[in-house]
Structures are given as structure tokens and as C-alpha cells.
């Protein structure tokens, strides 16, 4: 039996997750596994990833009771305030893990994949701290739409390498980067940057990102008393929710994922293969992976992490489904509201909040959402889709 | 249907090299009439790729062939279908990734496989301990799935490999994805030699071989080579079934030479 949120057996959620690698990358997977098992059990090496994380990148994180947000909803809001780390997203708590252990294995280079650029920014930040060459694979899509997360890259010394096969986007920066990476093993980590992939790395990242979850988890319990009646969290591969999750799993609380329309795996998907891991997937009648289509370029992944599947498949966590628009109107509320601006990512978390409060989220609920990233990334995006709307008002 | 196995274990004992080339299947409207020109020209078995959305372990040259494939609108059933009307003489094994095998469900797809006479399948990101779903139901209905072992398989491993293999081991000669290499890299050589030593099943070397000089060099040590990315850049150059069997001919004459 998989232990819920404890340690899989042999990489398995339930029947998610999985080793479905190439024969040339099986070895190279052993030996992160190891490698983190030796190191996640080492107490020397835990306190020096969290005093990293204190010291460098800024935690613990606040939690912020939104009292405007929760006035206006007539539920009680309080926000993990992720964006508030160095290089402004969850995203680094699982980079300065993995660069550490990279460190560890003797390795001197770190290649990642991206999608809105927020995993390559903090890879690059990572990177450039502990002294490591640094290359991100980005679709060319993506590498269009979000110049600014490239040029913060290149700026910390990361090579940025536009990927122009399949959909060039996310899923395709995945492939390549397993491809260069198989190629590059004795010297390389492949740092993914979220609760997928083959085995250790879904289990990996959401022990690295489980901080956020069990700082939430005691902010609350200090602050207000008890658990959360609602733990809320968005979902692309699912990294945010896996560690915000993970603290809150064995409480009372409900667990909600929240997927983007266009890319909801978990709500429109069927159980595949891809990725190295087995997990809901957008697929076609014969197995042909689709796109994700998102406002959001970091939910733009046709999969999702398989702890996600294993939890919706035993009625542990539920996971929701949000329009771009809804999305937009939320990035909106929560700026005028709350003086927070927040990324696209979060901001499906919080569409799904204003939706569902006094619904789904009955009135007087205490509610905890991770604000994962903040917005100042989207801005372009956004200005471009209500810049004009907004000026009118 | 002819068996991977002992078809090809059969020319080996009789003292001649083996040549596997790979196709892109559904890849251009004469992609069947390119299956009976390398058979002509010498192939002792055909390896036909069922193209897939996400080709993890190829590189550029398939990758290309595989969208190409798709945006025609080919899909598993497609290939097959194709392939059903064919007798070539030979043994074929297809090439895919594992989700089309899994999203058809392993019963289906060997059905399928059955009815177009197609002895054996290579599933690149099928790893061992993930395939028993596929080899129970592939074991019964005598479909050969053939193994992977890679220059990073540890000794212990790829023996545990070469005895689970079917059809032929395909030894994986360069750390790295499919394509054409300026050289024969030193690791097809010493995973040749390795797996020989291991095992007493047919050893094919794909990955990296490109030409009749790298198939010949190959072939000191192993069996015989699978030719994929080499023969599909001509056919995405639009050489055709004529170019295909001017290459597979030299191909053949390096290995026999």
C-alpha cells in the first residue's frame, strides 16, 4: 500500500506514477534515487537545504488572512504566500533541493525544462548560487510569450535553449530535455520542475516543495486554532498543491486542485503513459498526447503528477476546472482587493474561490490557498487581454 | 507470421550479417512500396515505426518523420491496416512508444498486431519492470517483444534483459538519441562485445549506425545493426523507394563484404 503522502513503493501511487524510461536513462534514475533517500534522511543535509531556504530564499513565508477578499466572498481567506520567496514562486524550494543534491553527486551541471520560465528562473538562481552550469529548455511558444522570464535567465548565466519540436511548449521542453540529458548523464542532473516524471522525481519534488504545506499547516494552527475546512491549491504537473497537500493531508480538511480549462488532466483526461510516469493525460483515441491550451504558461501540460491521480482516484483530493476568463477577473479581484497581485497560476485557484464561494465553499468556511507565484511575470500577458478594459474603468 | 527469433537466428548460424532498417510508418503515400524495396535489397527483417505525439528517445530525423506521419493523419489502426495486405518474406517488428500500446489497451494492440502478421515490437520507454501488463499478453500470443540494453546497463541487469529478450537484443550503441553519427562510437563496439559474452541471442547494435562503413565495423562484434535515422533522412529528402534501395543494397554489401 502507498502511503498517503508518506513514501511510495517503488514509485507508485496507487496505480500512478511509475519508471517508464528509456533502457539508456534507467541508471541515471536509480541514482537519484539513491542519492536523494541517502541525503533525504541525512540530518546534515536537511538543515543545511533549510537553512538555505531561510536564509537565501526567504522562509518561512507568511500566511496572510485576505480580510478584504474574505469580507467580499463571506468566506475565511488565508493566502500561503509563496510569492514572497526569492525569485517570487514556489518554484524554488524544490530547486535549491535538487541543486544541493546535484552538488552531493559530484555532478557540475543542472539542466531543466520550462514553462512560463518561473522553474527555469529559480534553476538559473539555483545555479549560479552553488556554482553549477545551468542549461533550460523552453518551447519556442513559450520562450514568445514570456521574454522577460528569458532574459532573467540568460542574466543569471543560464543558457536558454528554445524548443521548436511538437506543440513547442512544456511537454516538448520535457522531451528535450530528457533528450540532452541522456547524452549527458555522468556529468548532468535533470532538475524537473514538478511532481512528475519518472520515479524518484515525483516523490522527490513533493517532499522538497512539502515545506509549504507544513509551515501552512502550523501558521494556521498557531494563528487561528485547528485545520483549514478547505485547502486550495492549482494544479499543472501539480507541484504547488503536492507540498501545500502534504501538510494537510492527514487533517480534516478538504483538498481541491484546481486545473485550468484547457488543461485539465485530472477532470478530462484518461490514465497514460508519458514523461516517464503513469497518470491522467490529455490524449487522443489512439494515444497521441494533446495540447493543453491555458492563458497560464505554467499549467500549459497535458499531464499532471500521478500523486494528483492517485489522490482524485481514492476520493482524497478533488480537483476543479477554471476558465481563462474567470482567471483574469480573479487576477483583477485579488489585486484591487488585497494589493496582490498574483501570477496566472495561483490566480486559478483563487477564480475558483470567488465561483464557488457560498457554493461549493459554503459561507463562513476557513479556507487556505497557496498563492504560489506572483503576477509580475504575466503583466504583458494580462495588459494584453483587459489593458484596455481596465484603463476604461 | 514468421518468427523474429529463430528467422533470424537461422541466417546467423549460417554465417551472415544482419540488417534491420527502420521506417516511419504511414510516413508518405509509398512508404509500403519503400517496405518491399529494403526488402529487395537485403533486409532479414523490417522494423516499422507506429508514430507517436511525444518520441521521447528519438532524435530530430525521426522526430520529423513521426510529425510528418501524424499531420497525414496515420494512426496505429492505420499501419496496421496497411500492413495486413503484405507479404514481404520477412519477419517485422513495430516501433512505438508505450501509451499507444497502453491507451488501446495491451489485448487490443496485440490483436492488432496478430492480424497484420507483425512478430515483434520494441517499446523504447517500456522499462522491464514496468512490462508485464504487455509481455503476459504478448508472451501468450507468441509476439516477441524485444529488449533494450543501453551502455549504462549494469552486468547483473543486462543479463537479466538479454534472457527476458525475444526476436533479438537490441544493444543501444550511443548514449544518446537516435541519429546519424560522424563515427562509430567506441560504446556500440564495447556493448557489442559486452552482450555477446552475456548471452547467446542474436545482438543487433542500433543508435548511431549510419552507413555501410559503421554497419561493417559494427558487425565485427555484434550480429547485425538496425539502420533507422540514416535511411529515414532520404526518405524525408524524398528519395524514395528507389533511394531506399540503393542505400539498404550498400548497406548489405558492407556486411556481407
Redesign the interface.
Known sequence: MNTLMGQPHNGRFGEFG???????L???CEEVESFFEKFWADDDFVEEYRQILSEYAGRPTPLTHAKRLSSQLGVEVFLKREDLTHTGSHKINNVIGQALLTVKMGKSRIIAETGAGQHGVATATAAALFGLECKVYMGEVDVKRQALNVFRMQLLGAEVIPVS??SKTL??AV?EA??AW??E?DTTHYCIGSVMGPHPYPYMVREFQRVIGEEASDQFRSQHGGSPDFVLACVGGGSNAAGTFAGFVDSTAKLIGVEPEGGAAIGKG???????M?SN?L?DE????EEAKSISAGLDYPGVGPEHSYLASIGRASYRAVSDDEVLEAVVMLSRLEGIVPALEPAHAVAYLAREAGKEIPKGSKVVLTMSGRGDKDAEVVASMIGARLGER | MISLESSLELKRLQGSKLLVPYITGGLDDEWTDVLRAVVDAGADAVEIGVP??????D??TV?EAS?RS?DRGT???SVFSELRGIDLGVPTAVMT????????GPKRFAGWMVDAGVSGVIL???????SDPWRSVADALRLETV????????ED?AKK?CDASKGFVYA?G????TGERANVQESALEIAKRLKSLSEKTILVGIGVSNPEQASAVSEFADGVVVGSALVRRLLEGQGPKGAYGFVSELRSALDG
Not at chain 1, 484518461?270 to 516517464?276: F, K, Q, R
Not at chain 2, 507517436?52 to 528517445?57: A, G, L, Q, R
Not at chain 2, 512508444?97 to 488501446?104: D, I, Q, R
Open positions: 511509475g519508471r517508464f524510461v528509456p533502457e539508456s534507467f541508471r541515471a519540436s511538437g511537454k516538448d522531451n530528457m533528450r541522456v547524452s548523464l484518461a490514465p497514460g503513459v508519458v514523461h516517464g503513469r493525460l490524449q489512439f494515444g497521441q498526447v | 507517436f505525439s511525444d518520441p521521447m528517445i532524435g530530430p522526430q510529425q501524424l494512426t496505429p489502426l512508444y508505450y501509451n499507444v500500446v497502453h491507451h488501446a523504447p520507454d517500456l522499462c522491464f519492470e514496468e529488449q533494450l540494453v543501453a551502455p549504462s546497463t549494469a541487469r534483459l543501444v550511443v548514449m544518446g538519441t
